[in-house]
């Protein structure tokens, strides 16, 4: 019903989704309006170019699942499998990710805003070329976001927190950090070659 | 002169590099910066981080849709005001804390969406709305409570639109009236007077 829904109006308005196996669903270039998608199996699906505003995600299986340029706003996403998403080249605003794991998750070139990500696992998440305006990194659990080895490469972050997070050896390179909070973050083995910042707090050790 | 002050000014240091940095970049990538920058925090009023509350949550762009209640919480976790610590906020219903009195629900003349109001005076406003605004009669909360009181302060000799104008200036002589009040008015409307009364003092 759900996919027939799909079919027929180009996308979802004010519809609640729950308990849906729609793995490999193929909805891209379609338009989701406050739409609630609960404990439903959409992975490897394809959302690419998609419109997604004011829609939560919650206990759904997203893995391998392409965003890739998505428009999303107003999106929450939780408690949801996103490892290994293609979430290249996403325009994201005033979205929240929480609980999730989005391990080895693509945002290369993604614009996101106004964003927070907490108790979500980044493990090996790539944000090359990325711009990130005004987002949160937080681990509410463990006291850090978990963004061990976390690609930056390339990218802008203005007004980011990655206050506490664990960025055991990330990747920094040729990025520019604007006001970015970095205290008490774990940096051994992050790189930053070639980088930026200007106006940041960087951790006690790395300023002394 | 001027050059050595603005090397040793952070202020000025950080917008050379500012400076510096924007410069060596494409224009297609300084146009979505300026772009995002320019939405988030102009044309959507986002504070940034530093300014932000200690929580850190997404910033609120419901503050038009938020209840009395609603606001009430957000105001009691923003600021640790005695004054708002009185405030018992159980979902929509609304208690307040009065010494001597024990703790009294106001939820009952409430309306169930109240705009927000503008500052942080929020018990004192309610007040003024009640006893001085032109269309507080037509006010689903104060029809029941303000009506009977209204009579007999125009047969007083006030003509209403001597009272209208004076209302803010008239609220501070409020604890004064509820004196008589038990001697005029039946027995039951002495406590809610008193109530009231005790919430502007507050």
């Keep these: 019903m759900a996919l027939q829904r799909l079919k027929d109006q180009g996308g979802f308005n004010g519809d609640r989704i729950e308990s849906c196996a729609m793995p490999t669903v193929f909805a891209s270039g379609s338009d989701w309006l406050r739409t609630v998608i609960e404990k439903s199996d959409m992975a490897e699906g394809n959302l690419a170019s998609a419109r997604i505003r004011e829609t939560t995600f919650a206990h759904t299986a997203l893995r391998k699942a392409r965003f890739r340029a998505a428009r999303l706003e107003r999106v929450e996403l939780y408690f949801c499998d996103l490892n290994e998403i293609d979430a290249g080249q996403i325009g994201a605003r005033r979205i929240k990710i ?40 937080a681990d509410a659990r463990l006291g850090a976001a978990s963004m061990e080895k976390v690609d930056f490469s390339g990218a802008r972050l203005i007004d980011v927190s990655l206050r506490g997070a664990n960025l055991m050896g990330a990747s920094f390179a040729r990025a520019t950090l604007i006001g970015v909070d970095l205290r008490d973050a774990a940096l051994t083995g992050a790189d930053f070659s070639g980088a930026t910042t200007i106006g940041c707090q960087l951790p006690a050790e790395a300023a002394a | 002169m001027s050059a050595e002050r603005q090397d040793v000014d952070p202020a000025a240091q950080v917008a050379a590099e500012l400076r510096a940095r924007l410069r060596s970049m494409g224009s297609d990538e300084l146009i979505d910066l300026c772009a995002q920058l320019l939405t988030t925090y102009v044309v959507e009023g986002v504070l940034p981080l530093s300014r932000a509350t200690e929580s850190s949550e997404l910033a609120p ?10 606001m009430l919480k957000r105001l009691k976790a923003a600021r ?5 610590e009185r405030f018992i906020i159980d979902g929509e219903n609304i208690s307040v804390r009065i010494d001597g009195q024990g703790v009294l629900p106001l939820t009952e003349y409430r309306r169930p969406l109240a705009p927000p109001p503008s500052g942080p005076g929020v018990t004192i406003h309610m007040v003024q709305r009640r006893e001085g605004a032109p269309g507080a009669a037509g006010s689903i909360y104060n029809r029941a409570l303000y009506q009977p009181e209204a009579a007999p302060q125009r047969g007083r000799s006030t003509p209403p639109e001597q009272q209208r104008p004076a209302a803010p200036a008239a609220q501070p002589a409020s604890p004064a009236q509820p004196q008589p009040a038990p001697a005029q008015k039946k027995p039951e409307e002495a406590p809610r007077n008193d109530r009231f009364s005790l919430i502007e003092l507050e």
Excluded: W
């Design chain 1, 98 to 137: 929480h609980g999730c794991e989005a391990m080895n998750a693509v945002f290369s070139g993604a614009q996101i805003a106004v964003a927070r990500f907490e108790d979500t696992k980044l493990y090996r998440a790539r944000f090359d070329g990325a711009l990130i305006v005004r987002t949160i990194f």
């Design chain 2, 61 to 70: 762009d419901a503050a038009g849709e938020e209840s009395f209640a609603q």
């Design chain 2, 80 to 84: 640790k005001d005695p004054v708002l």
